[in-house]
């Protein structure tokens, strides 16, 4: 089994920068990709962004120019820097691992506030 623990989240002012980092664990296959998600309250979890093993990443357009999405595969660890924050980003940050097989992994989430 895969356990997911995520770090780097608090209180940031607008206009900041944080970096959240997720550390994989357990039973870890090479090929499987990794991504963020957040969820704020009212709103469904929606894709913040994702990197495959390969290298490739995707970003939802609310984030496209401020993250990036890194992993550092020796580790079973993706990072994702965030700049230029907004308060519209506050969301409870949720960290994934999907295997080939289709097995998902979800870590316990860490919480982002962007407020002055």
């Known amino acids: 089994q895969v356990q997911l623990v995520e770090s780097g989240g608090g209180l940031v002012q607008p206009g900041g920068s944080l970096r959240l980092s997720c550390a994989a664990s357990g039973r870890i296959f090479p090929f499987y990709d990794m991504g963020w998600y957040r969820q704020a309250p009212g709103n469904e979890r929606e894709l913040v962004a994702r990197?495959?093993?390969?290298?490739?990443?995707n970003y939802a357009d609310s984030v496209k120019g401020r993250g990036t999405i890194s992993r550092d595969s020796a580790k079973n660890t993706v990072y994702l820097q965030m700049n230029s924050l907004k308060p519209e980003d506050t969301a409870v940050y949720y960290c994934?691992?999907?295997?080939?097989?289709?097995?998902?992994?979800w870590g316990q989430g860490t919480q982002v506030t962007v407020s002055s």
């Open positions: 990197i495959t093993a390969g290298g490739s990443t």
């Open positions: 994934n691992l999907q295997s080939l097989g289709g097995a998902t992994y």
